[in-house]
T-cell receptor, first 117, second 112 residues
Framework: GAVVSQHPSWVICKSGTSVKIECRSLDFQATTMFWYRQFPKQSLMLMATSNEGSKATYEQGVEKDKFLINHASLTLSTLTVTSAHPEDSSFYIC?????????????FGEGSRLTVL | LAKTTQPISMDSYEGQEVNITCSHNNIATNDYITWYQQFPSQGPRFIIQGYKTKVTNEVASLFIPADRKSSTLSLPRVSLSDTAVYYCLVGNSGAGSYQLTFGKGTKLSVIP
């Protein structure tokens, strides 16, 4: 099966620092990856669509300068939370779709829990 | 993107069959229906996907009526480990950007 790995699985940082989260497709190529944010007891909220070799597409209300996304290769997308604040504390999840997949099944990472002190 | 509606929560005893229905009245012709399972502090896990009629795999069945405006996920003989949130998503991988929008999901609690 297709495996998507996120790193780190959890991170604690001080307010004002930046944190980078990696999302890797381990055994397939992913032209498109998606980044979600999930607050406690809530559903996943799509933040942005990450396309290999081009700029990410952000959902309405998501600050592109705060949540920097880079998709430099077909197996890696990164999300950098810049100048993190306590309200950025959340569970961040990425997903990837196999290049050329017809039905659009997505494969999700394990998630990364960010706590900003 | 098609919006989905599911019951917020369901309770079931161990060993029973559980059916979770999802409404998606504005599903598009090219859309597939996909169900995911999510445990606390984990990413969603694919359960089953279908386009029409019935699909069955080793863990679940998916029933889709002819009008495709709803779908039912059927979990046979649930166990405590099936306690999770189940999401019904509708979308397709047509040309251009593609994404799945998560609704609120159904929190299934399996009772001993």
């Amino acid at each position: 099966g297709a495996v998507v790995s996120q790193h780190p699985s959890w991170v604690i940082c001080k307010s004002g620092t930046s944190v980078k989260i990696e999302c890797r497709s381990l055994d397939f190529q992913a032209t498109t990856m998606f980044w979600y944010r999930q607050f406690p007891k809530q559903s996943l909220m799509l933040m942005a669509t990450s396309n290999e070799g081009s700029k990410a597409t952000y959902e309405q209300g998501v600050e592109k300068d705060k949540f920097l996304i880079n998709h430099a290769s077909l197996t890696l997308s990164t999300l950098t939370v810049t100048s993190a604040h306590p309200e950025d504390s959340s569970f961040y999840i990425c997903s990837a779709r196999k290049t050329g997949a017809g039905t659009g099944e997505l494969f999700f990472g394990e998630g990364s829990r960010l706590t900003v002190l | 993107l098609a919006k989905t509606t599911q019951p917020i929560s369901m309770d079931s005893y161990e060993g029973q069959e559980v059916n979770i229905t999802c409404s998606h009245n504005n599903i598009a012709t090219n859309d597939y229906i996909t169900w995911y399972q999510q445990f606390p502090s984990q990413g969603p896990r694919f359960i089953i996907q279908g386009y029409k009629t019935k699909v069955t795999n080793e863990v679940a069945s998916l029933f889709i009526p002819a009008d495709r405006k709803s779908s039912t996920l059927s979990l046979p003989r649930v166990s405590l480990s099936d306690t999770a949130v189940y999401y019904c998503l509708v979308g397709n991988s047509g040309a251009g950007s593609y994404q799945l929008t998560f609704g609120k999901g159904t929190k299934l609690s399996v009772i001993p």
